[in-house]
């Protein structure tokens, strides 16, 4: 079975500094690793997905990725925070069986971004 | 561009109750999923169909909650004799059968609470 760990339940960051939220990975075959942003009473919003290749991924709002196998980790980073990034943030890791994808989420991140 | 839309956004409800959910996945999307978020954590499976066929069930989906996609398009979720535990935000997510790249999209959600 697969699992995910997300390292801090709160980060806060000041505006125009870098955002870096943890994300490490169990699982017993390569993964599929995602990273989703809900806003308050949203659903979730896909930021950026690894499934194979280029181990950095980039997604929309200046956020990417990097796919570490040999520290199971798939941290968030952004090079500077504005204040539209405060949310909460779930990484998420799915084994792709061509049957169905179930994803398994951490416990998220609340991004808070200060002036 | 209709995304995952999810009826009613919100539901409040006396214990013993039962309540129903709607989820119009994408259109062309056969895979749809149930999810149930609680506060302070991440997105827990409960079930998914491929077209009209229910493939997989959670532990978590106990015998007062069903599941349908008769049609293989919209797809309801019915809680019976709701209880305080129950109250917890559904979100439903569908995707791409064919070629299926692993990413879910997710509707906004709908919030039950049960008094």
């Known amino acids: 079975a697969q699992s995910v760990t997300q390292l801090g339940s709160h980060v806060s960051v000041s505006e125009g500094a870098l955002v870096l939220l943890r994300c490490n990975y169990s699982?017993?075959?390569?993964?599929?690793l995602f990273w989703y942003v809900q806003y308050p009473n949203q659903g979730l919003q896909l930021l950026l997905k690894y499934t194979t290749g280029a181990t950095l991924v980039k997604g929309i709002n200046g956020f990417e990725a990097e796919f570490k196998k040999s520290e199971t980790s798939f941290h968030l980073t952004k090079p500077s925070a504005h204040m539209s990034d405060a949310a909460e943030y779930f990484c998420?890791?799915?084994?792709?069986?061509?049957?169905?994808?179930?994803?398994?989420f951490g416990t998220g991140t609340q991004l808070k971004v200060e002036l | 561009d209709t995304g995952v839309s999810q009826n009613p956004r919100h539901k409040i409800t006396k214990r013993g109750q039962n309540v129903t959910f709607r989820c119009d996945p994408i259109s062309e999307h056969n895979r749809l999923y149930w999810y149930r978020q609680t506060l302070g954590q991440g997105p827990e499976f409960l079930t998914y169909f491929q077209n009209e066929a229910q493939l997989e069930k959670s532990r978590l989906l106990s015998d007062r909650f069903s599941a349908e996609r008769p049609k293989g398009s919209f797809s309801t979720l019915e809680i019976q004799r709701t209880e305080q535990g129950d109250s917890a935000m559904y979100l439903c997510a569908s995707s791409f059968g064919q070629g299926d790249t692993g990413e879910l999209f997710f509707g906004e959600g709908s919030r039950l609470t049960v008094l």
């Open positions: 998420a890791v799915s084994i792709f069986t061509g049957g169905g994808n179930k994803l398994t």
């Open positions: 699982s017993s075959v390569p993964p599929y």
